[in-house]
């Protein structure tokens, strides 16, 4: 049980092209999607929390009018780079939790993302 | 300083060999701890929760001081298939809160 289907697993895209990934929460409420970022050699880096039906709150030094989180329901959460630069390619992560979940967090299997 | 410090490796050790991880987190009022598990190019897996008592799962040790705000990982005869990148995460409190991940300590267990 608590299973996150994330895609694209990964994905090569022009410069200045907008991409979209989705994590879909399979058999459990997503209340709560966190957003990672994880640069080669580097830990997963916080991006963003969003809540069902909220606006997401970005960390410092994200864009939000970058990175377009949209968590309208309990099972699917989306990440859109948008206008992407070959800076923002990176693993793209995200991490569901909510209630009944053991140990609160479940990863999706991540989506490496490849701007040329 | 970051939130969450870790050795930075890597760690090249023969079959058989026991390692120990170290890690210590900055946030006094961190509730959560784990040590989880990354392959290349995967999603990060969760190995243990680590609590104050000390906890054992088969190879795996993990230990907790609060005071010292450090948490350790000792793996005993390694195999190959231990071979990762081993992640030290925080929480700061139950619920729904983000995990604060350490930058990870390479291992290879080298037959």
């Known amino acids: 049980g608590a299973v996150v289907s994330q895609h694209p697993s990964w994905v090569i895209c022009k410069s200045g092209t907008s991409v979209k990934i989705e994590c879909r929460s399979l058999?459990?409420?997503?209340?709560?999607m966190f957003w990672y970022r994880q640069f080669p050699k580097q830990s997963l880096m916080l991006m963003a929390t969003?809540?069902?039906?909220?606006?997401?709150?970005?960390e410092q030094g994200v864009e939000k009018d970058k990175f377009l989180i949209n968590h309208a329901s309990l099972t699917l959460s989306t990440l859109t780079v948008t206008s992407a630069h070959p800076e923002d390619s990176s693993f793209y992560i995200c991490?569901?939790?909510?209630?009944?979940?053991?140990?609160?967090?479940?990863f999706g299997s991540g989506t490496r993302l490849t701007v040329v | 300083r970051k939130e969450v410090e870790q050795d930075p490796g890597p760690f090249n050790v023969p079959e058989g060999a026991t390692v120990a991880f170290n890690c210590t987190y900055s946030?006094?009022?961190?509730?959560?701890f784990f040590w989880y598990r990354q392959d290349c190019r995967k999603e990060p897996k969760l190995l243990m929760s680590?609590?104050?008592s000390g906890n054992e799962d088969g190879r795996f040790t993990a230990q907790l001081n609060r005071a010292s705000q450090y948490i350790s990982l000792l793996i005993r005869d390694s195999k190959l298939s231990d071979s990762a990148t081993y992640l030290c995460?925080?929480?700061?409190?139950?619920?729904?809160?983000?995990?604060?991940f350490g930058k990870g300590t390479r291992l290879s267990v080298i037959a």
């Open positions: 991490s569901a939790t909510g209630p009944l979940i053991p140990y609160g967090y479940t």
């Open positions: 969003s809540n069902e039906g909220s606006k997401a709150t970005y």
């Open positions: 946030n006094s009022a961190s509730q959560s």
């Open positions: 680590v609590y104050s």
């Open positions: 058999d459990f409420q997503a209340t709560t």
């Open positions: 995460v925080v929480n700061k409190r139950s619920g729904n809160t983000p995990l604060v």
